[in-house]
T-cell receptor, first 111, second 115 residues
Framework: KQEVTQIPAALSVPEGENLVLNCSFT??????LQWFRQDPGKGLTSLLL?????REQTSGRLNASLDKSSGRSTLYIAASQPGDSATYLC??????????FGTGTRLTVIP | DGGITQSPKYLFRKEGQNVTLSCEQN?????MYWYRQDPGQGLRLIYY???????QKGDIAEGYSVSREKKESFPLTVTSAQKNPTAFYLC??????????????FGPGTRLTVL
């Protein structure tokens, strides 16, 4: 069964710093990988989706990469802001309409 | 204003009681999903539906039931058979049209607490 791991579980950075969040998965036979943001007590907001044939996707200050062969994805956030503070989740789809989620990285950006 | 709505935001259940969580979407999406989120764990799939009048069990379907009578609605019933129902429940949807960008969109969630 697919297992998704996100390390670290929590991260604090000063405002303005660039940072990288990591996601690893055990089965490389995936259709896509999706990064989400979750604020406390709220639903998930989709940030980026990378199809299995793609290497990266960009949206504003966010850049997500995918290396299927090594089972890794990274989410790069440039010039972090306090408003970026949230939990970031990655999820991989391995078919059968099933998304496998990591437990998330809780990011705090300190003003 | 397109999106996914869930109600209620907070729900309290007594022992032995069935409760129903509502999920509605106006995105014209074919597929809908229910997930459960517990502290320290990733989201887990309860049920999903790819088309009206059809649904499939996910990883943790025991103690739950669903229906899909309309494309825009996918209610989840938490039955008394679910022994540990206290959790945050999230509904999601996406279009399953071939060749499209199959991003999942989530509702705001319902927090269920057993009294």
């Amino acid at each position: 069964k697919q297992e998704v791991t996100q390390i670290p579980a929590a991260l604090s950075v000063p405002e303005g710093e660039n940072l990288v969040l990591n996601c690893s998965f055990t089965d490389s036979a995936i259709y896509n990988l999706q990064w989400f943001r979750q604020d406390p007590g709220k639903g998930l907001t989709s940030l980026l989706l990378i199809q299995s044939s793609q290497r990266e996707q960009t949206s504003g200050r966010l850049n997500a990469s995918l290396d299927k062969s090594s089972g890794r994805s990274t989410l790069y956030i440039a010039a972090s802001q306090p408003g970026d503070s949230a939990t970031y989740l990655c999820a991989v789809e391995g078919g059968a309409n099933n998304l496998f989620f990591g437990t998330g990285t809780r990011l705090t950006v300190i003003p | 204003d397109g999106g996914i709505t869930q109600s209620p935001k907070y729900l309290f259940r007594k022992e032995g009681q069935n409760v129903t969580l509502s999920c509605e979407q106006n995105l014209n999406h074919d597929a809908m999903y229910w997930y459960r989120q517990d502290p320290g764990q990733g989201l887990r799939l309860i049920y999903y539906s790819q088309i009206v009048n059809d649904f499939q069990k996910g990883d943790i379907a025991e103690g739950y039931s669903v229906s899909r009578e309309k494309k825009e609605s996918f209610p989840l019933t938490v039955t008394s058979a679910q022994k540990n129902p206290t959790a945050f429940y999230l509904c999601a949807s996406r279009t399953d049209a071939a060749g499209t960008y199959n991003e999942q969109f989530f509702g705001p969630g319902t927090r269920l607490t057993v009294l």
